[in-house]
């Protein structure tokens, strides 16, 4: 894992020791905004039997997926061992919950799921941001049995933080199209927060 990665990791282990199964360990600001982010994605398909959530985090997404009805088949990846193992503790009694230490770059993932959904996985600053999140994204529709669906900071803002990524939506959404799939939709009309702009957006890719 090289040096940027490895502090990534170690800065998901301090706010996990600092806030406890909470929002802000896993980078939200509140549980509004990662719920608003969940809604999205979710729109994919509300009727989904299957899923792995990449970058599971304390799989607040399970959470939010439960309270939505959701009774299919969910696994959990994330790269952070502190994660995963308060997840498997969290949901030691659902049969239909399973997770997994994974690192996106190293391994391929798990075949046989209908969708697959990302949240924040690719906003954090790395070496080769545009790599890692493309090829990460082309490892996702690989996988799936039916389609991804992703969110990523947008370049289509007034300010930047230095320490987060931001991806141009149009050459991501052109990447997408020519080579994943021809049906592709960009999603960059939604707040996450309240009297803001649009700072982010979300893709689906359908298989």
């Known amino acids: 894992m090289n040096h940027k990665r490895q502090n990534i990791k170690i800065h998901y282990q301090n706010l996990f020791d600092k806030h406890g199964d909470a929002p802000e360990s896993v980078q939200y600001s509140n549980t509004e905004s990662q719920l608003k982010r ?3 994605l979710f729109e994919i398909d509300k009727n989904m039997s299957s899923l792995i959530d ?3 985090g304390l799989a607040h997404l399970y959470d ?3 309270s939505k009805k959701f009774n299919g088949k969910y696994l959990g990846l994330d ?5 995963i193992e308060a997840d498997k503790l969290k949901f030691k009694n659902d049969s239909q919950a399973s997770f997994m230490e994974f690192d996106i770059i190293k391994q391929e993932i ?5 969708f697959v959904l990302l949240s924040g996985v690719f906003n954090n600053k790395m070496n080769n941001n545009k790599d890692f999140m493309l090829n990460g994204i082309t490892k996702m529709f690989k996988s799936c049995k039916k389609g991804v669906a992703f969110n ?6 007034d300010f930047q933080a230095e320490d987060l990524y931001y991806s141009n939506p149009l050459e991501v959404f052109d990447f997408c199209k020519r080579n ?7 999603r960059h009309d939604y707040l996450v927060k309240k009297n803001s702009i649009p700072f982010e957006y979300a893709i689906y890719l359908y298989k």
């Open 79 to 83: 790269f952070v061992p502190e994660f």
């Open 38 to 40: 969940f809604e999205i």
């Open 152 to 157: 990523a900071m947008s370049t289509y803002v």
């Open 180 to 186: 994943l799939t021809k049906k592709v939709a960009l």
């Open 54 to 56: 990449m970058g599971c």
């Open 110 to 114: 798990p075949e046989g799921y209908d």
């Open 64 to 66: 939010y997926l439960i």
